[in-house]
Structures are given as structure tokens and as C-alpha cells.
């Protein structure tokens, strides 16, 4: 979610960091400190998610080791997944994969939140998996009654594909290209960004914040 510059570059970085690209391929490799480390402390709790810190080095360790091993054992669907984009991705034919890896990431325990579970599994795949907090699950909830487990996170998904096809059609109306490259153009981001990333950032603004877009002061 947008805050500094300092938490932008973070993700970025991080997207780019060995420690992910092991993650991705193979969990199984990586230390328990690296993912304390890296993940814990270098990700998750500086985006809000409030995990064990430095001060609290032998449970974050457990959540660290239980990251790694739940990485594992969702390591086939996860692959599997690899190449999906939400914005051209058959769903429902990923369906039971994405349930499976939500439902396993969410359910890691020790303070590890449905919001966690999210965020963790967009570094994984940052073009398919979409980023959710509380606001927004109780905004979409309003809505659409979509819950917290996995096959509200699946009919979350289905959302924001939704969204990002119309935000596309509606681009190529006037524009040519990819709305995330021209995004970045406009917004003078050195590292594109994905369709995902924007979309949660813009949920956040408007949801999280409370922002309300345009803005007031805007001509």
C-alpha cells in the first residue's frame, strides 16, 4: 500500500530479492532467519501487519519456520500459478489453487492475519494474487458479502478482475499500451508497477484512507 518513498522502494526491492525468487521456486532452501528477516521484519510488519518484531525473536522464528513450511506445502499449486495474470486468467479453472494457498497462508496462526496471508502471496505472484485489509473486506462486504476465509478471498479476486478489465477496455479507448506502463509514466515510477499493485493502491487510498477521488481541492 502507498505510504513513503522509503516503503515503495522496500517493495520493490524485495519484489527483486533473492529471498522471494527462492521462495518462489524453492521455499524449502531458504533459513528461518532469512524469512524473519527479510519477510517478517523487512515487509510484512513495516506494511501494518503487526507480527512478532525484533523484540520477540522466538515466536517471530515460529511464524518465520511456519511461513516456510506452509510455502512448501502449497509449493505445487503455487507454481501452478506462475504465469496467471487476473487480468486474463480463467478463475474459475484456478479456482481450488487459489482457495488452497489463502486458506493455508491465512491459517498459519500467531497473529498471522487473512491480511498477512494476502500480502505474502502478492510478492509470490504480484500479476495474480490482490492485497486486502480489514476496510476493504468490510467495504466489499457491504457489497458483495464476501467474507474473510477462502472463498471470500476467491470472490474478492473475481472482483477486482472485473475491475481491471474495465479499467482496460476503457484505457484502450484513447491509449495504446499497458495502463500500468502509463501509469508509472505519470506517476514517474522508476519500477513499473503491476495492474494488482495499482488496483490495491487504490483501494487503499479510497477505502483504508477514506480518501475520496478526485479530490476536493482538484480543478
Request: one cysteine or more.
Amino acid at each position: 500500500h502507498t505510504a513513503s518513498s522509503d516503503e515503495t522502494n522496500g517493495y520493490q526491492d524485495l519484489l527483486a530479492s533473492k529471498c522471494i525468487s527462492i521462495l518462489r521456486v524453492d521455499p524449502a532452501e531458504l533459513s528461518v532467519e532469512q524469512v524473519r528477516v527479510e519477510i517478517i521484519d523487512g515487509f510484512l510488519n513495516k506494511w501494518g501487519c503487526r507480527l512478532a518484531g525484533k523484540k520477540h525473536v522466538d515466536l517471530a522464528n515460529r511464524i518465520a519456520n511456519s511461513i516456510k513450511d506452509v510455502t512448501v506445502h502449497i509449493k505445487e499449486d503455487l507454481q501452478g500459478l506462475n504465469d496467471a495474470k487476473l487480468i486474463d486468467s480463467d478463475l474459475e479453472n484456478s479456482k481450488q489453487a487459489i482457495k488452497n494457498c489463502y486458506q493455508e497462508m491465512a491459517g498459519i496462526g500467531n497473529h498471522f492475519s487473512h491480511t498477512a496471508a494476502s500480502k505474502l502471496l502478492h510478492m509470490i505472484n504480484p500479476e495474480l494474487f490482490v492485497m486486502w485489509d480489514r476496510p476493504m473486506r468490510q467495504s466489499y462486504q457491504q457489497n458483495y458479502r464476501i467474507t474473510a476465509d477462502a472463498a471470500g478471498y476467491f470472490d474478492f479476486m473475481k472482483k477486482m478482475q472485473e475491475g481491471l478489465k474495465k479499467i482496460s477496455q476503457s484505457f484502450l479507448i484513447t491509449h495504446k499500451g499497458c495502463p500500468a506502463d502509463f501509469l508509472a509514466e505519470k506517476l514517474r515510477i522508476t519500477s513499473p508497477k503491476t495492474l494488482v499493485k495499482h488496483l490495491d493502491e487504490y483501494n487503499w487510498i479510497t477505502i483504508t484512507k477514506g480518501v475520496n477521488l478526485p479530490p476536493t481541492w482538484h480543478p
